[in-house]
Structures are given as structure tokens and as C-alpha cells.
């Protein structure tokens, strides 16, 4: 079955970088879109990026463009997270759109949990 | 951008009791909408897609309807195990795909 496990998560002081990786197994990870969703600390689910199966379309939420870089390799898709603010302290979950073109989420990590603070 | 909002925030409902909870959209979505079920420190789950079609595993007793700007999640005879925060997300108009602030179904 699909599994999808996110790691790579930690405390990190404001302006640091992280590295989320997400390991998949159970399909064909080529095939499928996969996107980063982010939750704050008792708040809502918000859409930050997501990449195409071949790598060749990628985008990202305003609210990180420019700061955070998606990619994916062989069966990992990764979160590079730079210049870190405080409001980008969340759990980051990876997802997997269920059909191309079709971006409802069928398949969740469980999250890691990044936090920026000094 | 297209912005979801969900209503009720909170709903109070006491179990085998019917539950709605509304979902809208700023602009047209068609019927490109899903609905997640997320329980406290678990990732959301999928349970609608298409507006109205089940996920694989989704008990009957939920169901989704609407197109276009306004949908509904309902759940039939709600279960304890239902008890949870519901959210709304559009996939037609993007990126980015914008979720609802949720609803939280709440025993009375």
C-alpha cells in the first residue's frame, strides 16, 4: 500500500535551513504529482508546493517562494526550507494527488514538526 | 487566489445525530472540491473527492454534494469516531490549492 514518511524536521533558529525529505514506497512514484501542505500549531492546513511526477512543474505558495525549493529523485520528494522565519513553524506533511491533474490529496504522511526559534 | 470558507466553525452534535457542514468558494470550482477528516496529532484523510464521490474506504454514511461555489459535507448518524475537524479544499483553480479554515464537529 501507499506509505509516505516524512523526516527531517527539528528546531532551527530564525534565517536557518532545513531539509525535509519524504520517502515513498507502494506505487509508482513517477506517476503522481506530490505536494508539501504545512499546519501551525493549532491553525489550518496550508498549501505551500508541489511537483510534477518527471520534476518539470513545480510551484510554490507566495508565502515561500523564493525561501523554499521542492524536489524529488527516484522515491523521495524534498523540502528545502532557507531563510526561516518564526511564522514557518509548523508540521509538513507530503502528499500524493490522486490523478494527475487531479490534486485531491489521497495519501498522507504522518509529519515532522519544524520549529523556528532563537 | 481562490478563497475557501467553511461555516459553522465549530458544529455540536450529539452521536447518530445528522451532520452538515457547508463549504465555499470565492470563484467557480466546478466540482473540483475535496473534503479531508482530521483527528487530533493524525494527518487528514481523504473522504470526498469530486465533490461527491466516496474515497476507497469511506463509510457510506458520509457524503458530499454541490457544485460550483457552494458544497456540503454530510454525515449520517454520526459515530464517536466521526467526532473531529472537517476541511474543505479546491483543486480547480491553481496553484496554489487553497484549503477552508475547517470545522470542528464537536460532541454537544
Known amino acids: 500500500q501507499v506509505h509516505l514518511v516524512e523526516s527531517g524536521g527539528g528546531l532551527v533558529k530564525p534565517l536557518g535551513s532545513l531539509r525535509l525529505s519524504c520517502a515513498a514506497s507502494g506505487f509508482t512514484f513517477s506517476d503522481f504529482y506530490m505536494h508539501w501542505i504545512r499546519q501551525a500549531p493549532g491553525k489550518g492546513l496550508e498549501w505551500i508546493s508541489y511537483?510534477?511526477?518527471?520534476?518539470?512543474t513545480i510551484s510554490y505558495a507566495d508565502s515561500v517562494k523564493g525561501r523554499f525549493t521542492i524536489s524529488r529523485d527516484n522515491a523521495n520528494v524534498y523540502l528545502q526550507m532557507n531563510s526561516l522565519r518564526v511564522d514557518d513553524t509548523a508540521v509538513y506533511y507530503c502528499a500524493r494527488a490522486q490523478w494527475v491533474e487531479d490534486h485531491a490529496l489521497d495519501s498522507w504522511g504522518q509529519g515532522t514538526l519544524v520549529t523556528v526559534s532563537s | 487566489e481562490t478563497v475557501m470558507t467553511q461555516s459553522p466553525a465549530t458544529l455540536s452534535v450529539s452521536p447518530g445525530e445528522r451532520a452538515t457542514l457547508s463549504c465555499r468558494a470565492s470563484q467557480n470550482i466546478n466540482n473540483n472540491l475535496a473534503w479531508y477528516q482530521q483527528k487530533p496529532g493524525q494527518a487528514p484523510r481523504l473522504l470526498i473527492y469530486?465533490?461527491?464521490t466516496r474515497a476507497p474506504g469511506i463509510p457510506a454514511r458520509f457524503s458530499g454534494g454541490g457544485s460550483g461555489t457552494d458544497f456540503t459535507l454530510t454525515i449520517n448518524s454520526l459515530q464517536s469516531e466521526d467526532f473531529a475537524v472537517y476541511y474543505c479544499q479546491q483543486y480547480n483553480n491553481g496553484p496554489p490549492w487553497t484549503f477552508g479554515p475547517g470545522t470542528k464537529a464537536d460532541f454537544k
Open positions: 511537483i510534477s511526477g518527471s520534476g518539470t
Open positions: 469530486g465533490a461527491s
